[in-house]
């Protein structure tokens, strides 16, 4: 079954910086786009940020464009999100989530269908 | 709008069948997907698409649409349903993904 493994959470400062990782296995890696997805303490998901499986797209939630940059190294496996001027509303658990393609009447649509088990980033002072 | 909005809780006597609905301009133009996340843990797909159920999901699950407005429906909920319940779609611009408000189940 797929495997998504997140690490690099932590406490950090407000305007600090984190990068998050997410080690992928047991599937195709390249093959799927990927996203990062989060949850505040006791709040709902937040979608925050997509890749395609190539790397040459990338998408973001209007709250951390220009902030937060994801990527991906297909020869690793692995994707990353590295985050700037972290805010308190920054904190959460971050989700990494894998991408899947399905059809329905000859038209094409996207979900998410895998998650990790997240990894806990805290922006305090 | 890029917003899906859901009931904050329902509940249901066990046994018996529970929908729960989210509504959002983007679910004219895309299908809605269904998570179920317990305390403490990752949320799970449970229904994608018209009315799809990844392998090893209760056939209890089951969607469906109409305009607006996405539905999960548990029939003959059991004690593990209890869980929160979130919608997802793609906004109107279809490069982003939206989740819903969530829906807390109760089972009875």
């Known amino acids: 079954e797929v495997q998504l493994l997140e690490s690099g959470g932590g406490l950090v400062q407000p305007g600090g910086s984190l990068r998050l990782s997410c080690a992928a296995s047991r599937f195709t890696f390249r093959s799927y786009a990927m996203s990062w997805v989060r949850q505040a303490p006791g709040k709902g998901l937040e979608w925050v940020s997509s890749i395609s499986g190539s790397g040459g797209y990338t998408h973001y939630a209007d709250s951390v464009q220009g902030r937060f940059t994801i990527s991906r190294d297909n020869s690793k496996n692995t994707l990353y999100l590295q985050m700037d001027s972290l805010r308190a509303e920054d904190t959460a658990v971050y989700y990494c989530a894998k991408d899947f393609s399905y059809s329905e009447s000859s038209t094409y649509y996207s979900t998410i269908d895998y998650w990790g088990q997240g990894t806990l980033v805290t922006v305090s002072s | ?108």
């Not at chain 2, 009931?7 to 609905?21: E, F, K, N």
């Not at chain 2, 989210?22 to 004219?28: A, K, P």
């Open chain 2, 1 to 108: 709008s890029s917003e899906l909005t859901q009931d904050p809780a329902v509940s249901v006597a066990l046994g018996q069948t529970v929908r729960i609905t989210c509504q959002g301009d983007s679910l004219r133009s895309y299908y809605a997907s269904w998570y179920q996340q317990k305390p403490g843990q990752a949320p799970e797909l449970v229904i994608y698409g018209k009315n799809n159920r990844p392998s090893g999901i209760p056939d209890r699950f089951s969607g469906s649409s109409s305009g607006n407005t996405a539905s999960l429906t548990i029939t003959g909920a059991q004690a593990e349903d209890e869980a929160d319940y979130y919608c997802n779609s793609r906004d109107s611009g279809g490069n982003h993904y939206v989740f819903g408000t969530g829906t807390k189940v109760t089972v009875l």
